[in-house]
């Protein structure tokens, strides 16, 4: 592959729901620029983009892949992303690269869920959009109850049809061009290949239409061509392109396309498409590139995928981390495609392309030159909520686990990987089920690591709620030297202050130099717990009397004494079960308000209050116990068909309902005998 200049570069992402056809759509725009010669099938798990032995197992992509593919002296790079919810931040580090997004819609399903969560975001950004209906060669497809769907879902928004679907399901054969004014009739053997056609009278009327809605939508964005559609004057296809290419670079309109993938028509239009109507790359004056994937291979190391918004990069260059204040040799870069790599000289403004082992580089970062510091707006990545408790399957691959999950894990910026020191368990966090188990085989066919993952345990606590005074006595005199000591203490609930200690021993009866030991064996006792091994929180402990033996007591014989006095009194005071409860800040659109909050009352929640997000949105605030929360990504997705978000974090610990308590505590008591 050659070096392309700035100008010939075009960045576009494919976007969409899960299985709309982007893949597939990929390996068609490959066969026909020419870099393949057999199409790659999802079901047999041999295209280009799909290659991890992940997405061949699952037959979904999980990962963004780039491919470059060169047409009439430009090159595209696509990238192919991930439909799934799951894998959402790899459609928002993609986007943030690309010049443009082109949402994958099915012809049959037309606008699901996940596409349109996507196409917001794109709105959000004001990235230019195209639209492209596949799988027209189905069953039930129609590319007019899609384009309906869409006007009806986004009223404001500026569709513009470029094409026509010709013929209908089985039939559809072709697309009709609606600038040029000519029909692309395309082989039914999925070569490719096509005739062009001028248009039939019979679609004659719907195409004028069309193409004044067009020149309509497009003619504002240069003077003499509006003057000109002001005139009254028929735009020409020259007029139509130079305005449209404005037109969406500009994001003042939202063209449609069609065709199916997996039949191969259609999909040459969508290469001109791109070549001819996508903006280039807009630079920068200065050296800068955004690392925006990160790829962990146990053998070549790791792969940081950039873009490059100034300058040229090449392995001469010096370069600095911009983001961490560090100098970073750069090796040699090299192209992907797919899988496969071809190494480059020099990589142009606006291109993107890898390069290996940048030791400390994270997805995110700006690489630039030292002289002229330069720090590219980040990449802003869905927030994970959904925590498991995960351990190698082998005893003694911990140390193996550790460096391997925290090298895996700079592959994913939505994966964060957190040791709770309260319940001592390694938690994986994600934003969904099918995310995590990808994960761990990953982990295992990387870096050969096997782990299990269970829902993870909840740092309950205990408490009293009444006071108690205990003797605690440790005492051993039976020949040699002995041990000696004796305590009473008094235990008083001090809500909200975890741990307080105070002495009132008059005229000795402890010495001073033991009451440090005594805390210390309370301490001990109250991480311990008594009833089932939850520390004990909110006391007071205050030591009172006790006695001592001149000659065998000892600090050690004081702290067994406390232990000793501590765990009697707080089972004398009949401890209880505290939980921790969360804040929640849900957003959901408004029609699943009710489900969501009855949802929140079913979980032992309360709702706070709720306000309006946006005119369609809502945020609700609850204090729900973390308990009912473990699973919350997965419900709430359910819920609202995977457009509502969360976020929480710990506010308070409350008592345990009486009844709730008791199931608990018994169940926990079994869980830890096994
Ligand atoms: N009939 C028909 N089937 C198609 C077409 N395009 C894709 N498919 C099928 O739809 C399924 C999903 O296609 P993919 O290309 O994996 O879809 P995707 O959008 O990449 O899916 P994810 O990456 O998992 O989000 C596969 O079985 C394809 O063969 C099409 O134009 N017509
Ligand atoms: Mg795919």
Redesign the pocket.
């Known amino acids: 592959m050659k070096n392309y200049d700035t100008e010939h570069l075009r960045n576009v992402c494919l976007v969409?729901h899960?299985?709309?056809?982007?893949?597939?759509l990929t390996e068609t725009l490959l066969f026909n620029s020419g870099v393949i010669n057999r199409i790659g099938?999802?079901?047999e798990g041999n295209t280009v983009s799909?290659y991890l032995p992940e997405e061949v197992k699952h037959k979904?992509?999980i990962s963004t892949s780039l491919i470059p593919i060169e047409w009439l002296g430009v090159k595209v790079n696509i990238l192919?992303t991930?439909?799934?919810l799951d894998f959402f931040g790899e459609v928002k580090s993609a986007l943030r690269v690309a010049e443009c997004g082109i949402l994958?819609l099915c012809g049959v399903a037309g606008l699901e869920v996940q596409a349109e969560i996507t196409l917001n975001v794109m709105e959000q950004h004001k990235l230019p959009i195209a639209i492209f209906v596949?799988?027209l060669?189905?069953k039930n497809a129609n590319f007019g109850k899609v384009l309906e769907q869409l006007k009806n879902a986004y009223p404001q928004a500026r569709f513009v049809p470029l094409q026509l679907p010709i013929g209908q399901e089985e039939s559809f054969h072709g697309v009709i061009d609606i600038i040029e004014n000519k029909e692309y009739h395309y082989e039914a053997n999925g070569s490719g290949k096509f005739s062009v056609k001028e248009v039939s009278a019979k679609y004659l009327v719907e195409i004028d239409l069309l193409r004044e809605q067009l020149a309509e939508a497009v003619a504002e964005t240069n003077d003499e061509i509006l003057t000109k559609y002001l005139e009254g004057e028929r735009l020409n296809e020259q007029d139509l392109q130079i305005a449209l290419q404005l037109a969406l670079k500009q994001n003042l309109v939202i063209p449609i396309l069609c065709g199916?993938?997996?039949?191969n028509i259609g999909v040459t239009n969508i290469i001109n498409f791109l070549t001819k109507f996508v903006s280039a790359p807009e630079v920068i004056p200065e050296k800068a590139a955004l690392v925006f994937k990160t790829l962990a291979d146990p053998y070549v190391g790791k792969m940081s995928f950039f873009r490059v918004y100034g300058g040229n990069f090449n392995a001469e260059t010096p370069i600095y981390n911009s983001s961490r204040g560090l100098d970073e040799k750069i090796g040699q870069p090299f192209y992907l495609r797919g899988k496969t790599q071809e190494s480059v000289a020099s990589v142009s403004a606006g291109d993107i392309a890898v390069v290996a082992k940048l030791q400390d580089v994270r997805t995110g970062d700006t690489l630039c030159g030292k002289e002229q510091l330069v720090k590219l707006q980040g990449i802003d990545f869905p927030i994970p909520t959904l925590s498991v408790a995960i351990e190698p399957k082998t005893k003694g691959d911990e140390d193996k686990l550790g460096s391997a999950l925290s090298r895996l894990a700079e592959e994913d910026p939505t994966i964060i990987i957190s040791k709770n020191t309260e319940t001592k368990e390694l938690l994986l966090i994600g934003l969904g089920e099918m995310q995590l188990e990808i994960f761990l085989e990953k982990l295992k066919r990387k870096f050969g690591v096997a782990v299990s993952m269970k829902v993870p345990r909840v740092p309950y606590r205990e408490t009293i709620r009444k006071a108690v005074k205990v003797e605690g006595k440790h005492k051993k005199q039976t020949g040699g030297h002995g041990q000696y000591g004796h305590v009473w203490i008094n235990i008083e609930p001090s809500e909200g202050k975890d741990f307080e200690f105070a002495e009132a021993i008059f005229g000795g009866s402890v010495p001073k130099q033991y009451i440090p030991a005594v805390e210390k064996g309370i301490r001990e006792a109250m991480a311990e717990g008594t009833m089932i091994g939850y520390p004990v929180t909110d006391i007071k402990v205050t030591l009172c009397d006790g006695s001592y033996h001149a000659v065998d007591s000892s600090e050690m014989a004081f702290r067994l004494a406390a232990i000793i006095a501590f765990r009697k009194g707080v089972e004398l005071a009949k401890p209880i079960l505290l939980e921790p409860v969360v804040e929640v800040e849900i957003i959901v659109p408004e029609v699943f308000m009710g489900d969501v909050i009855g949802d929140i009352n079913g979980k032992r929640g309360k709702v706070l209050g709720m306000i309006a997000a946006s005119d369609k949105y809502q945020i609700i605030r609850a204090h729900v116990p973390q308990a009912e929360m473990m699973r919350y990504a997965i419900d709430l997705r359910s819920l609202t068909q995977g457009r509502g978000s969360f976020s929480m974090e710990f506010i308070q610990y409350d008592e345990v309902p009486g009844k709730l308590s008791e199931i608990l505590v018994s169940q926990l008591k079994t869980e830890q005998s096994q």
Do not use: F, H, M, Q
Request: cysteine-free; hydrophobic content about 20%.
């Open positions: 969409g899960g299985g709309a056809g982007k893949t597939s099938k999802i079901t799909d979904v992509s192919d991930p439909g799934y994958v596949n799988k060669d189905r199916s993938a997996y039949k």
